[in-house]
């Protein structure tokens, strides 16, 4: 069965912190790993990793993927209270024509000021 | 910037109706998904669509579940007889053929008493 593990599943800091979220998957197709951000509602999209090695940023925002090892981590640098969110992890897994992704359980980050 | 929208953001059902979650995904998209979060968990795989039928299944999507897409923009989920373990966030999602990631809709919160 195809596993997507974050940890930690919850974490509170105070702004100006440097965050690492972890994301580890084990599944039989691997095509990418995406992560998102969800606030009240529906996800949004940060990152789509496929290669390893190579480090997407955006902003104060980064993630690298480890194809090996089998995690990627996503990094947030000098923290605002707007990053506090819900931070999902999900592999792409296409089986029989689908994209289907498989999430894992998230990490609630809360930025306090 | 294009968008997934869903109707309605918020339903309350009494148990054993039906209920039609719509969406209307993006239009040049060919990939039409549906997710569904219960509070507190994870986002989970319902069933992909493509090319006017279901490529992929979740042993959640019961016969109690069917999709449709009736109009070539409508991208509908119905549940027959509804239960209280329905009770959801239902999320539609649609992507391009060739990816990257999805764009989530907003979301249909269904509430079944």
């Known amino acids: 069965e195809d596993k997507v593990v974050q940890s930690p599943l919850s974490l509170v800091v105070h702004e100006g912190d440097t965050v690492t979220l972890n994301c580890s998957y084990e599944?039989?197709?691997?095509?990418?790993l995406l992560w998102y951000k969800q606030e009240k509602k529906a996800p949004t999209f940060l990152f789509m990793l496929?290669?390893?090695?190579i480090e997407k940023k955006s902003g104060r925002l980064s993630s690298i993927l480890d194809k090996k090892e089998l995690f990627s981590i996503l990094n947030i640098t000098a923290t605002q209270t707007g990053d506090s969110a819900i931070y999902l992890c999900?592999?792409?897994?296409?089986?029989?024509?689908?994209?289907?992704?498989?999430f894992g359980k998230g990490t609630k980050l809360t930025v306090n000021p | 910037e294009p968008e997934v929208t869903q109707t309605p953001s918020h339903q309350v059902t009494q148990m054993g109706q039906e209920v039609i979650l719509r969406c209307v995904p993006i239009?040049?998209?060919?990939?039409f998904y549906w997710y569904r979060q219960i509070l507190g968990q994870k986002v989970e795989f319902l069933v992909s669509?493509?090319?006017?039928?279901?490529?992929?299944k979740s042993e959640i999507f019961d016969d109690q579940f069917s999709v449709e897409r009736p109009d070539g923009s409508n991208f509908t989920l119905k549940i027959r007889s509804t239960k209280l373990e329905d009770s959801a966030m239902y999320f539609c999602?649609?992507?391009?053929?060739?990816?990257?990631?999805?764009?989530f809709g907003s979301g249909t919160r269904l509430t079944v008493v």
């Open positions: 999602a649609s992507s391009e053929e060739t990816g990257p990631g999805y764009t």
């Open positions: 599944v039989t197709n691997f095509r990418s």
């Open positions: 496929t290669s390893s090695g």
């Open positions: 999900a592999v792409e897994a296409p089986r029989g024509g689908s994209e289907k992704l498989v």
């Open positions: 239009s040049n998209h060919l990939y």
């Open positions: 669509f493509y090319n006017n039928e279901i490529s992929e």
